[in-house]
């Protein structure tokens, strides 16, 4: 079935890679990023600046995915740009208020289906800063303590249903996968995979053949300019 296609960027996206993503059949909605960044409180970025020292999270990015609650649709699949669709996810549009793959410490928000709702989008904009510094006491010393995934599975950790895991693919199980996730680091796209099939090495042990099979597949399918652009939305 043809959806439409959204995809949600902040004012960081080049002209250039958002023509190119219309052109592709995507309908671009810009978000207002600062508007996140006001809702996370102090202690927030100050976590940010001292794992900034350590190792390379997640940042307040992830947060934009908020937005997607604000679309005017009745049902939403969300996917992270760090995901590759392999096959079909039509079933994902017949659950109901949350439905995602198992993950800490609830569930992985890198695919979601939801419903949109303003008033659910309310509540998250309005309860990030108070549920942040609430929820961040159960996560010290934990890398992902500053991701937005921590705050959407606990939020919704009353009504979430649990997917299938072949719907989020993360390489932990070998089963027919519907979506792959290259979630974490390093993302398969910072090594040119037409050149030098040695650079491969590292992701057969980091992802597993599986899953950068299915991407090696896609990225040689995809042309120059579709391949910026991946590379630009991650
Ligand atoms: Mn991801």
């Known amino acids: 079935m043809n959806r439409p296609k959204i995809c949600l960027t902040d004012s960081a996206i080049a002209k250039e890679n958002e023509n190119a993503l219309q052109n592709l059949g995507w309908q671009i909605v810009s978000v207002d990023a600062g508007l996140i960044k006001k809702q996370l409180p102090e202690a ?34 969300f996917l992270d740009a760090d995901t590759l669709v392999v096959n079909p996810l039509d079933p994902l549009f017949a659950f109901g208020e949350l439905a995602a793959v198992r993950d ?52 919704f950790e009353q009504v979430y249903v649990e997917l299938a895991p072949q719907y989020n693919d993360m390489g932990r199980q070998s089963c027919n996968s519907i979506i792959v996730h290259f979630n974490s680091e390093p993302k398969p796209w910072v090594y040119d995979f037409t050149s030098d099939i040695f650079k491969w090495i590292p992701f057969y042990h980091r992802y597993g053949f599986r899953r950068s099979g299915a991407f090696l597949k896609f990225w040689r399918g995809m042309s120059q300019k579709e391949r910026e652009i991946y590379k630009t939305l991650t």
């Open 44 to 77: 927030y970025w100050q976590w940010l600046n001292h794992l900034a020292k350590h190792v390379k999270g997640p940042g307040y990015t992830g947060f934009l995915k908020i937005y997607a609650w604000a679309l005017p649709f009745q049902k939403c699949v």
């Open 104 to 155: 800490y410490p609830v569930f992985n928000s890198g695919v979601m289906t939801f419903c949109p709702n303003r008033n659910t989008y309310d509540l998250l904009i309005t309860n990030l800063e108070k549920m942040w510094l609430l929820f961040s006491q159960d996560y010290i010393g934990c890398p992902w303590r500053d991701s937005d995934q921590i705050y959407l599975s606990r939020m």
